[in-house]
C-alpha cells in the first residue's frame, strides 16, 4: 500500500485513510510521551537522556492571549495557551501527522460519517468526567450561528453530532470534506470543553496537561501540571510560567540572562545572528507559514468597484515590501503560502500583481477618480513592527498612483474585533498565522461564512470553487483547485497578499530536553518536555 509523504495540512497518509475507510477501529494506544517522542530528541548539545520531573519552564512570549475559551477567541497569541489547557479527539504528532488524542481511535464507514470511540476515565481540571455528551456540546456551540465562533466557517460541512453511548460519537457532514480531520486536531478548532462551562475566558477548564493557575495582564501567565492527566507520567514540568515582553530586544535580553528558558521572535533578521552568537542556544526557524494581508472593507465606495481595488493592487509593489522589510528572508505571498497543498511558491503570474503605478492611475480614473483618491485610515497591528514597516512602505508606493492613506497602529484587541465585525472603514491588515488546511484561510472569503458576509463577499462563483475544494479528496486534484481559486481571488482583488514568511523562529536552551518545535508554532510539546537543570 502506498505512504504518502508527511505534509503539513494533508489530513492523513494514505494507509490510514484506506483503513479508515474500510471500517477498521484504529486503536492506538497512545500512553506516554515516549510513543511520540524519544528522549532528547531535537536537544542541544549536553542533552540528558533521561527525563526529570520537576522545575518550572519559563516562556518568553509576545503577545498576551486574547480570550481562553476555544470555541470563542480568534487570536494566534490564545493558541500557545489553549494548546497546554485543552485537549482534543485527535491531535498533530511530531511528524505533523493525525493521531487520537481523547479518542482512542475511530472508523470512517463513508466519506460523511466519523465514529470516535473515547478514552475512559478522562477529567476535566474541575473534577467532571468527560463522556460523548461533552463533545456534543463543544461542537454543537461550535455550528450554533447564533453563538457566534469563529470555528464555525472550518466546520461548516457538519451537519450533526450524536452521542451513540457515554463514550461513543458520531459525527455527520453534509458532503465529503478533505480538511475536516485537519480540523479536528488543530487546538483550539477541536478543543473540547465541559457541559457546563462557566467563564471559560476568566477560569479556563480543560482536559490538557496543564491546569490554569493565575494571570497577570501583560507581566505573568502561570500554568501548574494537571496532575490527573491521561498520559501515563506526563507531565514532567510542575509549572510553565509564561513571562510577556513587547519587543525583540528586551525578550532576547531575558533570553540572554536565562531570565527565560524558552522564547521565538518574529523577524527572522533578528533570529539569525542570535543563534550564531549563543552556540547553546538550539534554533528552530519555522515553515513559511505567515502572510500579510490588506483587508478590504467590500461592502461600500470605494471598494465595491472591482476597478478601485486593482488599482490598489497594481500601486503594491510586493517585491520591494519582501526586500526592505524581511531583507529577503521571504517571498511574494498569494492567499495560501508554500508550505501549505496547494499553496504558492511566488513565482509565475498573479492577475494584478505587477508594480504599474500608470495602469493603477488610469483604473481609478475611469473609476471616477481622476485625481487620485483618499482612503482615510489603513488599520495594522501596532504590537507587530513588520507589519507597520510594511504598512508604510505600501503608503509610499500607493502615493505614487495618487491613492493617499494615513497609518493607524492600534491594539490587537479592538482591532480583531473590527476585522471580524467587517467594522472597518476601508483598509485593515491582520496577518494571517499557520493554518491546518488552506480551506482555513481561504474561508475568510467565503461568503457563507459570517466573515465573509461582514466583509462584503458576494460571490456565488468563488463560494461554489471553495466548495468544491473543501470536497476534493484527492491531493493533486485539490491543488490545482487551490490555485484556481487563488488567482480569481487576485483578479478580483478582494485582498491584497504581500508577502509570504515564517511565521516565528523559535530559541531555547539546551538545558530544556524533550521540546518538538512543530510547523504549526504552537507549543503542544510542552508536555514532553523537562529540565536538566
Known sequence: MQRNTPTPGLPLDAEYRALTRRGVLLRLGLTTGAALL??????????????????????????????????????????DFTALIYTGLLRWNAEMKIEPDLATGFEQP??????????????????????????????????????????????????????????????????????????????????????EPGDLDAAPVGTGPFVFESYQPNVEFTLTANRDYY????????????????????ILSALRTKAIDMTWVRDPRVASPVTRA????????GQTSRTFPVWMNLKAPPFNDVRVRRALSLATNRTECVQTVLAGFGKVGAMIPESHVGGWDGTGEMPYYAHDPAAAKALLAE???????????????AANPLDVACAQIMQQQWAAAGITVRINPMETAPLLAMWREGSFPTLLSVALAWNPDADAILSYLNSGGDFGRNLGMADAELDAMLNSARSELDPAARSDKHMAIQRHIAEQAYCLQIYQYPLRWELWWNSVQGYVPLSANIRSFVRTTWLTA
Open 110 to 195: 463513508d466519506d460523511t460519517t466519523y465514529i470516535f470511540t473515547l478514552r475512559q476515565g478522562v477529567k476535566f481540571h474541575n473534577g467532571q468526567v468527560l463522556t460523548a455528551h461533552d463533545v456534543k456540546f463543544t461542537f454543537d456551540r461550535i455550528i450554533n450561528p447564533d453563538f457566534g465562533s469563529p470555528r464555525r466557517v472550518q466546520f461548516i460541512d457538519l451537519r450533526e453530532v450524536t452521542v451513540i453511548d457515554d463514550h461513543t460519537v458520531r459525527f455527520d457532514l453534509k458532503q465529503p470534506s478533505a480538511p475536516f480531520l485537519a480540523y479536528m486536531a488543530t487546538n483550539p478548532n477541536g478543543a473540547i470543553i465541559p457541559r
Open 231 to 250: 498520559e501515563e507520567g506526563l507531565p514532567y514540568l510542575d509549572r510553565v510560567v509564561f513571562r510577556f515582553y513587547r519587543d525583540n530586544a528586551t
Open 38 to 79: 524519544a528522549p532528547g530528541m531535537l536537544a542541544g548539545p549536553g542533552r540528558a537522556d533521561t527525563p526529570r520531573r520537576g522545575g518550572a519552564l519559563r516562556i518568553g512570549a509576545d503577545a498576551d492571549p486574547i480570550g481562553l475559551d476555544p470555541t470563542k477567541l480568534a487570536a494566534f497569541s490564545s493558541f
Open 278 to 285: 549563543m552556540p547553546d542556544i538550539v534554533s528552530a526557524p
Open 367 to 381: 473609476a471616477g477618480y481622476p485625481g487620485g483618491i483618499d482612503l482615510g485610515d489603513y488599520i495594522v497591528v
